[in-house]
Every structure is written in C-alpha cells, then in structure tokens.
C-alpha cells in the first residue's frame, strides 16, 4: 500500500494532496500544472455535470460548443479582460512540428509559424461576442441563452489539483439581453441556480454575496459569487456570475433593433464553475481515513461485502440486496475480489468515500441480519437483512441531510463578528473562518488589511441585514458588515 | 431569409455546407479551420455521446481526462506516430502575452517561453501511456479500460464542418491487456460497438474491415475500421479501432509483472469516433429541404403546430397530445410563436430534421382529426386525434427502420463488383461508390490505384467470402476482394 494519508491536524494541505491521490481522484501529470482526472473523479463530474446541465436546461438554457483557440487581437478589444487574462495565456505560435536534422527528435517548424498567435481559451467571452454579432440582429432574437461545456487553460505558477491547475473542465455560460434589468436578473438566477446545486446536492452551505470592485471577474460591472468555508477555515469561492453590462456588445459591436426599431448595445451575462467543486467537496466533508462523499453525487453509493471472503451463501443474499437496491435507482456493487481480505476492502471503499457499506457474514446469515455501516459518522448497526433495502434508501438521505446539517454548523461557528483590527487579526491568526466586519468601501483600506492579514474580502453577502457600524481601520462609517477570509 | 439551399444534384458539397449552416448545425468560426458546433448540433451529439457512453459503460469502459498538452518530446517516442501527427501540431511556446509598449494591443512576451514546447493533443496515446506506466505494475492492474471524451486538434489546410476541422470533438477509448489476443478481442469488439451503433442509431449502414498498411493509424499494428457510404457515392470512414500491439508500451517502458512473476510488456488499444459523425449522418439520410434525423438521435422528435396560429381550440388538444407523448418519453415540442406563418414553421422544422410533425387545424378539431407528416418521405395521413400517441410511437420506429432500410439499400445499389481496371474506373467515373475489386497486396499497387483514380482501399471488409481472382492492375492473383471508394 501506497503512504497513509498525512492527518488533517498535522498539515491540511498535505492531507488534501495525499487523499486526492490516494483516494484515486486525480493523479499528478507529465505536463506542469494540469492534472489528470481518474476514473472516481470524473465520475464524480459526470454526476454534477449531469445535475446542472438539467438545471440550466430547466432554466431554458441550451448547449453549444465554440473554438478552443481565440485570435490573440480579440483579447484586447475589451480593456479590462485583457488586463485580467493576458498574464496566463498559453499561446500557439507554430502549426507544424518537423524532424530535427540530426535526428534527435521533433523540433518547431519556423516555416509553420502562424500569421496571428492563438491563445488557448482562458474563457471564451471574446470569441463567443465576435460570434454572437451575427446571430444577434433583433430584439426577436433575444434572450440568447448558451452554455458550454469546455477545458479552458489559465497559466498558473503554483498549482493544486482542482484547486487551481493551468487546464481544468467547466461550464460557462453566456447570455444574452435586451434590457440591463433582465441581464441583472439572469446572472441572480444562476448565481441561485449554483448556490441550490452547492446546498441540495453538495451539502454544501455557501454565502451568496457581490464583489468588492477589485475582486470583479476581468470585464464585469458586478461580479456575484457562492463563498463556501473549508475544514481548515479558509474560504472557496465555488461559482461566479457575472453582470457584463454592455462592456463586450461594445467591444465586439453587437446590437440589435429594439422594438422601436432603434439599435441598442446587448446586455451580457457570463457564469461559471468548474472541477474546482471537487476540491471544494473535498475540503467540506472528508476526514483521515478519506473521501466523505454525500450520496447525491457519490458516483457509488452502496457497496456490499461478504465476509470472510466472496462465498456462499453471503453472495445470495448480498445479490437479493442488490437487486432490490438497484430496483431503486440505487447505484450499488458487490465486491467480488477473492484476493483481497474484508479489512482492506473496508478501509479502500471508506477511503474512496462510498456513504454506505454492508456487510455480510456466514454468522448474519444465520441470524438473518446484515450490519450496515455509514461513512460519515462510521456508525454501524446491524438489522435483519429483508428490510435492509428500505434501510439504506432512507440512510442515503439521513446521510445527505446530516452532511449539510454538520456543514451548517461548521459555519456558524466559524463566522465571527469582529469590531476592531486587533480581534480581526487575532480571530484570522487563532482560528481563521469567516469574519464579519465593517469596511469604509474603499480600495484602498481592502488592499491594506490583504497586505497586513492576507485576508480578502469575499463578498458583500446578498443577505446582509443594513447595520450602522465603524470600519476597523479607518474608523469611517459603514453601513453593513462584508464577509472576509484567507482564501483558496 | 438567409439564401436557399442548393440542391443535392447541382453541387453536393454545396449542398453540405449550405445546410449545415442553414439548419443550424453549426457556423464557421473566426479561428481558421475551426467551427461553431451551435445548438442543434450540439444536442445532436449529446445523444450520440449518451448512447455510446452507455455501450462504452456497458462493455465495462469508465471515463477518466487527461491533460490537453503533450510535451514535444513525448510524440517521438513512437516512430510511426510521430511521422503521422508532427505535421499536423498546434505548437504552445510562450506562456503570456503583454501589452504591447506602443500600446496597440497584445504581443506574446518573449519573456515566458516554454522549455519544451508542448502540443496541443491530436490523440492521446502519448500522454495516456506515459500515465500507465504508473498505474500498471501488475497482471492485476490489467485490462485497464479508460475512455477519454475530449477535444482535439490536427491542423489541417482544407477544412468542412464536421468532416474535418482542425478542433473537433471526439472520445478516445485506450486500453491495455496482458495479452495479444485479449487486446485484438478488445479491438474487434469496439469496432463492433461502433457498428451497432451506426446501424441501430444513426440508421447507418457500415463495412467493418482492416486498413490496409498504408492506411493504418500511425502507430498502430491493426487498424480496424467502419465505412459508410454517402449520397454522392462518396465513402466516408466513420470510427477506427487500433489494436496497437506493444509499441506505445515499448515506447513509453510499461510493463507488468505476469502470473509466473515475469516482466513482459502490455498489450495496446485505442479506438475513436467523433463529430465527424455527424457530418456522416448529413450525408446519409437528409434531402434537399433539409435535414432528416433518425428519432433515436434527433434532439427533438415531435412538434406540433397549430393552424392557422396559436389559438383555441387547437391548442388544447395540441397539448393533450403532447403530454401522452411526454408521458412516454417521447421528446415533443408545441410551436407557441404566433409571429410566423404555419407554412414558414413547416419549412423551417423541415430543414432542422424534426422527424414528425403533428399539424391541429380549427377544421381537424371540429372533425376530431389532426394531420401527421413524417419528415423522411414526407407523407401525411389524417388521423382521430385520440390514436395520436399510438400512431406517432408506432411512426418513429416505422422512420427509424425505414431510413436504414432505404440507406441499406442504396449502399447495395451503389456497390459494384468490377473484374477490369478499365470498368473500375468507368465506374468510379460514372457511378462512384464501393467498388469490390482484387488486388495483388502491393502498398505499390494501392498507391498506384490512388494516383489514377483518387480511389482508395477503404478496407478489407471482414466478412469477405474467399474468391480467387486476379488484381485489377497487375494480374497477380488475390484470394478476396477488397473495397475501394473515393473517400471523405
């Protein structure tokens, strides 16, 4: 067996390293900074995937696919995304690669070299634009509503799987409007859409809010964001949405003819997450021995072992189980490995994150029993094995409940409400979490307390309730409280 | 109105590219070479992709991703491979762009060039194998059966929607067995999954054979293939299943340890289909008003117009039909755009292939009755709108059946057995086609066959009886006849 999996108190980072890789999620590449995705973790995915493709589906979104390259110049037809994106682009040069002369291999053809550079897409507001100016000539043609499924590539120095790699997978959705108001009203519809996909299907609380200016997504006129609070108190933006005003209509010149027959500039929307869930799930729900997935998502969600070993009659009775679970929709395997001991079986399904294993032993046979066993709090109980089915249906959705009731609770007791800069710096150095606290709304003191604290500001919460209050550094008035936190 | 499509019988090439664009397949790009897959055409290969992901999973397949670069070197790891893929390469040399100083834009930063230049991948095999060297050690890591679905780029110079751009989309299934013969069953059977599914979803009829040496996949030991035969008597290769023998393991040092405690090397194989598909599909069923889809695959299955607008009566019975048919899973659509014409919107979900359509008129409601129109032959019958759902179930497997009947039949119709090189060039010339012909088993002879005739040998078809004859150009005798076909 592989090393064991360094202990969450002992260093966080390399607990999440070492179960990413343990846990078969992921595996580091020959490429820097781009991972692979191995089986578990893509199917873990897939299973998201597969749930906010319905929902943008229910939401009257369709599905389009755009080019993986972008022409170099569309960067820069839009100031601020330029300026956001230009310092992480992997760029093609070159179209052809030719042997090398001596032989020793393939080198860059220089006779290959492209007219215009491509960058490989870091997002795909630009080219989508440039499109959307043909398909977009009156009102009737709006609202324009397209998602994508794609690998976009951000250039990053130091990188983490799902964290933050140089590729990664994600949707990004871009749409089109008629009127500021319902282009505002759509990037809160999706902002909702992935705050009830974190919440109902991740267990995973988040807090919807706005960012500060500085914090914007390259080329927006408001950014909105899900914030999720990790185990080791750090803070994970997990999904953006963003108001585009009429920044990218103007940049790529797309109007269209209202109603009254005059040509408007479009209103824009853009929204997205990516593979980054996956360590956002990591990080809220697992522990030492491993992967705590919520059966939502579990990409399996029951698994079966006899016990000592693959033999009758556990295996009859394990398959009446199994039958009857998969009547249910439950997803569920038998573990047929006849090399492999029930003690190491245990530890690699615990590991791998599976919500529910049962067990089954010559002596439960007699008795007519199964134990059955729930990875979240490692509670076992052992119950007569026909109304095992019945069972495990309603453990599943204990197990999801009790994942976002713990997670709730995690962040209630990490979110603080501080009034001074020495608690601020205090709570940050003791015990990290979300801290609530009053900011003058400039720049500049946001970027001081960074610099002093590392912490950023996360959001403005959507749901802040109006409180008068001081800055804690400026002491200038404030009237509500903003979420901040060291973050991923 | 945008221009007309051009028919079929004054240009077929016209005739593609003007209804891939009309219907709404797809657009063409700024980034030369590579296309807009737009919203009906995406649909389009979700449900090929859904299809094949189940037969994939079905045959004990998962999914995994990996990395979109390759690192130069790895490519001439393999002498074949990189013979094949070099010329084609999107080459990624810097990492940033910068403002440039005079303030005009963006220019690559000299600064940020890569050490090794890395590629952007054309197919995996590199990458993948570099990968197992890790994940296999033993004969109980093995088979390892990984699917991969993904984006992939070869830069070509003549490029057409789906049937050959520079990016398209595509799966790459690479496995590996510790066995020969475990990997030619596992080649031969995904040719067979793309067989089946060609015929029983896409309604599409297909040779299996083997690709001659100089038609193989570069790299592989045996390319195994399917080959359809388009409208213009064109033969288009429409999923390819390599068994690789042990280069890519050799190339890249994977082995594993056998039973008997012994080091050999694995055993490889690789097998894709990709948007290319649906340029196939086009080219096989539909007609000069548009497109015509098998319902099995076709994003949308039933719409129902009401005549002479959207008005009562005729919209309450529209939506009862439209429940019994949802209640059966069948996909259906009510047209409630009351800005068109019902003539316009019959057109219009002509040319975008919807295979029925259910017309309710104020007329048919007095007597009951609705009109049903079938997209393939364009028949109409008046029916008791109460037998609506039955009829229409009934009629889409009836469409599904009869569209590969009819391709069936013309692909019988257009092959041609031929003894002369003169009638196989007659017959090129005057009819195209699959064209059955000996040949000696010269890579000098194919080539020579080529030159004059731009035919080339699409297989030698597996189900070919064993026939003494004598080669079309040199006499030698040849023990069966191969397929040979102007190709896409």
Redesign the interface.
Known sequence: MAKAITPRHVDYAEWYNDLVIRSGLA?Y???RG??????L???L??NMRAVLDRMFKETGH???????????????REAQH?EGF??????????????ADDGS??V?DPDAKLEE????RPTSET?IW??YR?WIQSY?DLPLL?NQW??V?R?ELRTRPFLRTA?F?WQEGHTAHATRQEAIAEAERMLDVYARFAEEYMAMPVVRGIKTPSERFAGAEETYCIEALMQDGKALQAGTSHFLGQNFAKAFDVTFLDQNNQRQYVWATSWGVSTRLIGALVMTHSDDDGLVLPPRLAPLQVVIITIPTVEEPQMTVARQIADALGRQGISVEIDTDD?KRAGFKFAEYELRGVPVRIAIGKRDVEHGTVEIARRDTKEKVTIPSESAPDYVRALLEEIQRSLLDRAKRFVADNTHYVDTFEDFERILEERGGFVMAHWDGTAQTEALIKERTKATIRCIPLNAEPEEGRCIVTGKPSHRRVLFARAY
Do not use: Q
């Open positions: 595996d590449s020959a490429v781009c991972m692979i995705i191995k089986p973790g893509y199917a995915w897939e369709v599905n389009a696919y755009f080019p993986l390259f972008i022409p170099k110049s569309f960067l820069s330029v230009a310092k992480e682009c992997a760029v093609v040069t070159h179209h052809r690669l030719k042997l291999g393939v860059v550079e491509l960058i490989v080219i440039h499109t043909e009737r397209i794609a690998n590539v250039w590729e997978l090399t």
